[in-house]
């Protein structure tokens, strides 16, 4: 999947292009032929393609094939009853056409493409007649000549589904079937069998999943837990909020995470766990990890939440340690709607203790055996989950070329490092992370080339305030605390176009060029 220009399109360009009998219909045929090719995204609201197929039905010189041709490409927007409050809005002449803005604007379509000569100036989309489209697609302009380049653009992405995002939340709505109903059921059922794992229990978040992990491992005060001083604070949280103390170890310098080196002189007699956070989509080595959990009797409880669909040594990361803890944060590589996060494991045991604790430590409605706390997945998040499930292997292909795109673009510019990749492991990059010493120079030079950017992470967890009470010097952390002023993430997500990581890495080169 690439990443399209949106557009709707307009009755007349559709029924030149079928019937050819207007003096653009060369244009309205191309943009049509563009659609059909996957180049660029079709849209037609659904009262217009009822009258299409009205109308061609009552014309015998069209072919079925040629209906077929033009029209299953276009994917169709529903009228709403928001979408005729904001045509009213427009206020221009014809309300036919307020429309088919407003359900332009409803979906974040740039370009409303007709034959009709038209001026919405309350209106964020650009009308535009099809051979003047033509002209500035061919000419490669639409994508950089307003818009910024996101970090993240989940619109792509939900174009591709939009249509079944809609059909199942319907279905929750109609059904009130809010929580714990059978769209969470099919996606824990559905994920775990994607982890190749026996449980899957959907939980609130990603932090409240490696919580409950870690008071299913009866991790509690007094108790010591390792994990990488590189990493967002919900891994370092957790521990805290489960009454454990945290021990940070620094990162390896080429992958960013855990340094194995430097694990062993961390563990103590306190020591009950080790979470390996999978940065960026990167798995940790977890068979020397594993190797050294069993050597000191340690749980190993994995932070998974840039690493869905991510494997190592061709095994899937369930096969490794204790618990696996998921976000699905909308940013994700699988993303809810909301915040949702999932608990997997193989053992039975955790998995009942995981499922009683997020619940109010119940399996029956009020039979409490322990006090738990509220941490679940709800039917709503658990249909759009299970929908984007079936595109996740997809989507990591797509963060994946882009991804070698970049290197290849960039690794051979001598004052950036590019990201490294261990030779078994599936990387499924989440985050594109360079480094160099000129970071803030340049995220501010591609800003000002309207391109975003971010920092993963701008403060390592144990430079942070939150964490002063144990008195860490960046010295005791040389690799996380140098590495906190050089790395900088690109942008990268299904569907990005090959253009716009061109375009981006010959923005650094301009940089660099410079320097």
Aim: glycine fraction near 4%.
């Amino acid at each position: 999947m690439m990443e399209k220009i949106d557009i709707l399109i307009s009755t007349d360009i559709i029924f030149d292009a079928l019937i050819a009998q207007a003096e653009d219909v060369p244009a309205s045929a191309e943009i049509l032929k563009l659609c059909s090719e996957n180049k660029i995204k079709g849209w037609i609201t659904a009262d217009d393609y009822i009258k299409i197929f009205s109308c061609i039905k009552e014309n015998n010189q069209l072919s079925n094939n040629l209906i077929e041709k033009h029209l299953s490409c276009l994917s169709i927007i529903p009228i709403r009853s928001q979408t005729i409050s904001d045509a009213h809005e427009l206020n221009d002449k014809d309300f036919s056409d307020n429309i088919k803005i407003a359900a332009a604007q409803s979906m974040n379509i740039k370009y409303f493409i007709t034959l009709k000569m038209m001026n919405c100036s309350r209106s964020s989309v650009k009308v535009m007649l099809p051979a003047d489209f033509l002209k500035v697609f061919n000419n490669h302009n639409i994508m950089f000549i307003s818009e910024k380049i996101a970090f993240v653009n989940l619109k792509v992405q939900f174009h591709q589904i939009y249509n079944q995002i809609d059909d199942q939340i319907n279905k929750v709505i109609n059904e009130t079937s809010f929580i714990q109903g059978k769209y969470v059921k099919a996606f824990e059922k559905n994920f775990a069998k994607f982890c190749k794992a026996k449980h899957c229990i959907g939980v609130g978040n990603g932090t409240d999943a490696l919580f409950i992990a870690l008071k299913a491992l009866n991790i509690s005060r007094g108790d010591e837990v390792l994990l990488p001083a590189n990493s967002f604070i919900a891994t370092s949280e957790a521990v805290t909020m489960a009454g454990a103390s945290v021990v940070f170890v620094d990162c390896d310098p080429e992958t960013y995470n855990i340094d194995l080196n430097r694990i062993r002189s961390k563990i103590t007699n306190k020591t009950k766990a080790i979470i390996p956070v999978h940065l960026y989509g990167q798995p940790a080595h977890m068979s020397l990890i594993s190797e050294i959990a069993k050597e000191y009797n340690l749980n190993i409880v994995q932070d998974c939440a840039q690493a869905h669909g991510a494997t190592f040594d061709n095994k899937p990361l369930a096969d490794f340690g204790d618990i696996l803890c998921f976000s699905f944060y909308p940013g994700k590589n699988l993303g809810a709607y909301g915040n949702a996060g999932a608990i997997v494991t193989n053992d039975n045991e955790i998995a009942n203790k995981v499922l009683m604790f997020s619940n109010h430590g119940r399996k029956d409605k009020y039979k409490h055996e322990f006090e738990g706390i509220n941490s679940r997945l709800d039917d709503i998040q658990g249909a759009v989950l299970n929908i984007k499930l079936n595109y996740l292997n997809q989507w990591n292909d797509s963060r994946r070329n882009a991804s070698i795109l970049y290197n290849t673009l960039l690794e051979d510019i001598e004052l950036i490092t590019t990201p490294y990749t261990l030779p078994n492991v599936k990387h499924v990059y989440h985050l594109y992370v360079i480094r160099l010493k000129k970071r803030n120079e340049l995220q501010a030079y591609l800003s000002q080339n309207n391109i975003l950017t971010g920092i993963h992470y701008p403060i390592a967890l144990p430079n942070l305030e939150a964490y002063s009470y144990l008195n860490h010097k960046p010295a005791d952390f040389p690799v996380a605390s140098q590495y906190q002023n050089e790395i900088l993430s690109l942008p990268v997500y299904p569907g990005i176009a090959e253009s716009t990581v061109r375009h981006v890495s010959q923005i650094i080169n301009n940089f660099m060029k410079k320097l």
